[in-house]
């Protein structure tokens, strides 16, 4: 038996037994802004180290950033949206830095 027909097998299988049935975002649209937002050549590298649940410190920015623009919407008074855009504002500008050293590095090593 191929590898590859023991992989579609196993598969079959697995839709079979119900295992994909309660996959987290089940029916929703893939949410592939942090992806494209990370350099071409480190999504790789990234998405590995997602699926082992350890998640790099620029990945972690971005979902402090949606958080805090989420968070935006739900300021009561003017002190405490100014307090969160200066906290997105901090986020926003660590990113960047982070992206554009990456950015360096990989051309200079690339």
Do not use: W
């Amino acid at each position: 038996m191929s590898f590859e027909k023991s992989v579609d097998e196993k598969i079959k299988e697995a839709i079979a037994t119900g295992a994909f049935d309660n996959l987290p975002g089940k029916g929703k649209p893939l949410d592939l802004g942090a992806y494209f937002a990370t350099p071409e050549h480190l999504r790789m590298s990234y998405s590995i180290l997602k699926n082992a649940d350890i998640i790099p410190e620029e990945m972690e920015l971005l979902k402090q950033i949606e958080k805090l623009e989420k968070s935006l919407e739900s300021c009561i008074t003017r002190i405490e949206e100014q307090a969160v855009r200066r906290q997105l504002s901090d986020k926003v500008t660590t990113f960047n830095m982070r992206m554009e050293y990456n950015r360096k590095n990989h051309s200079r090593n690339g």
